[in-house]
């Protein structure tokens, strides 16, 4: 395998857990996860679709698009031309701006993806956790994973836990794809802040406000906020916003861990 200038090993390369096979995805009952890589003029944007079997471990993907100078009405019409306009799709949360235009251009369930310190290498290893079956149409991705690899430290000649920034668009979708199937977590709150029911002594002042979707939390420490609106279902009727509220010290302790559905 040439990748870089060399050979690389199957040492050097980072995912060795994936084939080539032909497959009907309409045949096989799993999580359909769709992932989108921003780029334009050097990078391409880059789509990736798959089924997710959670009691097989197994990804199978189907569908790839990727191309260079396409403007954010393109690729919603593109998105849109494949099939997945009413699918759920993350998307590098690099750009939300141009997430925000896709999704007024018709793809509803376009979200960010979740990113924090690691998540590349973390992404890297919750793909690994799977066997990844590739439709051989799918060249793009194909000679990705033939050439993603571990950069080497240059003073002990050894491969570090760090990839190289390249051959890497259409796993970074892909990458992006399988937190679909992950439900959001929200930091443990307070019961009783959401007055549910109190706790022990609190030191300082917490404040909450609720605009309908996202829920903020503000105390000494600092500010927590989450969108509690799903990507389905109705919207309801929503009554009019209160104002925010202010509860000094507070008695009794008890947290619980709030997801997101």
């Avoid at 031309?81 to 999704?103: C, T, Y």
Wanted: charged share 25%; proline share 3%; aromatic share 8%.
């Amino acid at each position: 395998i040439y990748a870089l200038g060399e050979f690389a090993s199957l040492d050097k390369l980072v995912f060795n857990n994936w084939r080539k096979e032909f497959f009907n995805h309409s045949d096989i009952v799993g999580d359909l996860i769709v992932g989108l890589d921003f780029g334009f003029t050097n990078d391409i944007t880059a789509l990736v679709a798959g089924v997710l079997v959670q009691s097989e471990k197994r990804i199978y993907v189907f569908r790839e698009w990727g191309d260079t100078n396409k403007t954010n009405d393109e690729i919603a019409a593109i998105i849109t031309s494949l099939g997945f306009a009413k699918s759920v799709i993350i998307a590098d949360a690099a750009e939300p701006k141009s997430i925000e235009e896709i999704k007024r251009k018709g793809i509803p369930h376009i979200r960010e993806c979740v990113k924090g310190p690691d998540s590349i290498l973390h992404g890297i290893q919750k793909l690994q956790q799977y066997e990844i079956i590739i439709h051989p149409s799918c060249v793009g991705l194909i000679t990705e994973l033939e050439n993603y690899s571990w950069q080497k430290d240059k003073k002990t000649n050894e491969y570090t836990n760090k990839p190289v920034d390249n051959f890497n668009h259409y796993i970074d979708a892909l990458r992006y794809g399988i937190q679909s199937t992950e439900k959001r977590k929200l930091q443990t709150l307070s019961k009783t802040t959401l007055s549910l029911y109190g706790g022990r002594k609190m030191a300082g002042t917490i404040e909450h406000s609720w605009n309908g979707t996202v829920l903020t939390i503000t105390s000494d420490s600092g500010t927590s906020s989450c969108d509690l609106k799903g990507d389905k279902g109705d919207d309801g009727i929503r009554g009019p916003q209160g104002r925010p509220g202010t509860t000094p010290e507070l008695t009794g302790y008890a947290t619980e861990t709030y997801v997101a559905n």
